[in-house]
């Protein structure tokens, strides 16, 4: 009897380790499930900062004009922190996100858009972008396919209201 050997390293080639080049400095960034889990956490929290802000619709309106500066400056140094904790984690480098943040003029735009290339680049090495391409191709071709019945429907139908 001869053993079948099976090189499975061979055959993935799993490699999820990129260099990034941001705010003028390199980082070595593993995209790995803690990573993933920083960015997601990021996400929740962003949600959960915006439901707030939803919700205080009625307080924010009974605020005069400089609490309600104070009150949105609060919030934009909390999305602020929140990523620059974040790219910390992803990074690997405390003081990583606070650093793109000052090297980019202090534009939370740019820790927005870092944030989201670093999980387009995750999504791309561990195949979430493929599945959700595919998601989306099904969803236009069954959209697509479903108007053709309809039409072809629509003209049988008519053809039989023509035919009396």
Known sequence: MSAINMDLDKRFKFNF???VIVGGKTYNVVF????DQALRDLQLEMQDL???QAKATDEFEKMN??????YLAEQ???VVKNCE???DKVLGKKGAGKSIYEYYDKQSYALFKTIEALRKTKEKLDGTYEAQQREKHEART???TGRKK???EHAIANKKRGSK
Do not use: P
């Not at 790995?32 to 990573?35: E, L, M």
């Open 50 to 52: 915006y439901s707030k």
């Open 85 to 87: 904790e974040t790219l």
């Open 142 to 144: 069954a959209q697509y």
């Open 150 to 152: 309809r039409v072809s």
């Open 76 to 78: 934009l140094k909390q």
């Open 65 to 70: 004009v400089d609490q309600r500066k104070s």
């Open 17 to 19: 380790k990129r260099q």
């Open 32 to 35: 790995n499930d803690a990573n």
